[in-house]
């Protein structure tokens, strides 16, 4: 089996990768404007882009980088099944969105939501979970 995979090589300040999951209709998108960088869940059959986005997930600040002159590159890789996506920077992991859990992962743990009633996805905490790449990982080569 082919694996879902896209790769953009980046200049920290300036990317934009968006990657439709083999199951239709859910797509990430990483995304960094200048200030920040996110990593977006969204599902591509609403009509309107802010409902299309389910979930946001900071995966660093600019500012805060090393070497923002560096190239880097942006791996975003799905799961057979399609509901999980991974954002790999420099072959690090540092995101995970998991679209049939309807939660996100990212190592900066930010931003967090108060849960609100009849909401579907978990927005309450971002936190890390190597459990949860460990499963990603190992099902790729299964």
């Known amino acids: ?24 209709p859910w797509t990430v998108v990483f995304e960094d404007e200048g200030v920040a960088a996110y990593f977006y ?22 500012a805060s980088l090393q070497e923002t002159g560096a190239d880097r590159l942006a791996v975003v890789e ?19 969105f998991d679209f049939g859990q309807r939660c996100g992962h990212c190592r900066m743990n930010f931003p967090n939501f108060i849960a609100v009633q009849g909401e579907t996805w978990q927005k309450e905490s971002h936190a890390w979970s ?7 990982e190992a099902e790729l080569y299964q």
């Open 78 to 96: 799905w799961s057979k099944d399609g509901l999980r996506a991974v954002l790999y920077l420099d072959g690090t992991a540092q995101a995970l």
């Open 41 to 62: 869940a969204c599902d591509r059959s609403q009509e309107s882009q802010d409902h299309a986005i389910l979930d946001a997930m900071l995966i660093y600040n600019v």
């Open 1 to 24: 089996m082919v694996k879902a995979m896209e790769s953009l090589s980046f200049r920290p300040g300036r990317a934009f990768l968006s990657s439709n999951s083999p199951q239709v």
């Open 130 to 136: 190597d459990a949860a790449l460990q499963r990603f």
